[in-house]
């Protein structure tokens, strides 16, 4: 049975991962992402590939709206896109409060809130002219419940991105589109994510697996009226829960 259309922002490594969930139980899917390299990822996955910019408003515009018309109309829209590429001697995560620079704040941390309040508005604007309501999911990692020393920056970032879902799925709720957060408390166990700064070598119980991050969107997406969720929070075995 043909399911609805997927969209998924970022097509490397996690973003590969949801799109060949979704197709494998029938969904319809696309892929948005800016380079070729990751484009031809998310046709090996079996989606849709849509060149667009997910940080700017016009470009990712008027990518959901060439995916939108590829898919025959969309139900679901997740923002999977990645970290931000540290600068050559930079610290992972933007470094400390007291010792980074201005730009190094703008890049780490207002670029991911930026990030958020793109997709949440762009694709709220789609899923609007569709009339049919659908879900928004907005992807934040551990800082959006953690702050080590040294990732401000980022956790900054994650936490505006958590505000941001968490006043539109009130904004929005009554017009049937549920945006949600769903917080993903562990490393990835992804090619890049585990090549990052203190996370090379990590156990599989201190990861959570990308399957299972593409198993709770299907969960949030599947729920009934009468029992929702807008906010999801999954923590690696290892790790202490932190409400």
């Given at each position: 049975?043909?399911?609805?259309?997927?969209?998924?922002?970022?097509?490397?490594n996690?973003?590969?991962?949801?799109?060949?969930?979704?197709?494998?139980?029938?969904?319809?899917?696309?892929?948005?992402?800016?380079s070729?390299?990751s484009?031809?990822?998310?046709?090996?996955?079996?989606?849709?590939?849509?060149?667009?910019?997910?940080?700017d408003?016009?470009?990712?515009r008027?990518?959901?709206?060439?995916?939108?018309?590829?898919?025959?109309?969309?139900?679901?829209?997740?923002?999977?896109?990645?970290?931000?590429?540290?600068?050559p001697g930079?610290?992972?995560?933007?470094?400390?409060?007291a010792?980074?620079?201005?730009?190094?704040?703008?890049?780490?941390?207002?670029?991911v809130?930026?990030?958020?309040?793109?997709?949440?508005s762009?694709?709220?604007?789609?899923?609007?002219?569709?009339?049919?309501?659908?879900?928004?999911?907005?992807?934040?990692?551990?800082?959006?419940?953690?702050?080590?020393?040294?990732?401000?920056?980022w956790?900054?970032?994650?936490?505006?991105?958590?505000?941001?879902?968490?006043?539109?799925?009130?904004?929005?709720?009554?017009?049937?589109?549920?945006?949600?957060?769903?917080?993903?408390?562990?490393?990835?166990?992804?090619?890049?994510t585990?090549?990052?700064?203190?996370?090379?070598?990590?156990?599989?119980?201190?990861?959570?697996?990308?399957?299972?991050?593409?198993?709770?969107?299907?969960?949030?997406?599947?729920?009934?009226?009468?029992?929702?969720?807008?906010e999801?929070?999954?923590?690696?075995?290892?790790?202490?829960?932190?409400?």
């Amino acid at each position: 049975m043909t399911q609805p259309g997927l969209v998924v922002l970022g097509t490397r490594n996690l973003g590969a991962a949801i799109l060949r969930h979704f197709v494998a139980r029938g969904w319809r899917a696309a892929g948005i992402a800016r380079s070729e390299a990751s484009l031809d990822v998310a046709r090996a996955a079996g989606a849709v590939a849509v060149c667009g910019d997910a940080r700017d408003p016009a470009s990712l515009r008027e990518a959901l709206g060439r995916a939108a018309g590829a898919l025959d109309g969309v139900a679901l829209i997740v923002n999977a896109v990645g970290a931000p590429a540290a600068e050559p001697g930079e610290p992972f995560g933007g470094g400390s409060v007291a010792d980074a620079a201005l730009d190094q704040y703008r890049r780490w941390g207002a670029a991911v809130g930026e990030a958020a309040f793109v997709f949440l508005s762009e694709g709220a604007r789609l899923l609007r002219e569709g009339g049919d309501g659908g879900t928004l999911v907005q992807l934040t990692g551990e800082t959006g419940r953690r702050v080590p020393p040294g990732q401000g920056l980022w956790a900054s970032g994650h936490m505006a991105a958590r505000a941001l879902v968490l006043a539109a799925a009130q904004e929005l709720r009554g017009e049937g589109i549920r945006a949600c957060l769903l917080v993903v408390d562990a490393p990835v166990d992804s090619p890049r994510t585990l090549t990052e700064p203190g996370q090379t070598g990590l156990p599989a119980d201190a990861t959570v697996a990308q399957e299972n991050v593409a198993r709770a969107i299907e969960y949030l997406t599947s729920q009934g009226r009468r029992g929702l969720s807008y906010e999801l929070q999954l923590t690696a075995a290892e790790r202490d829960w932190v409400p």
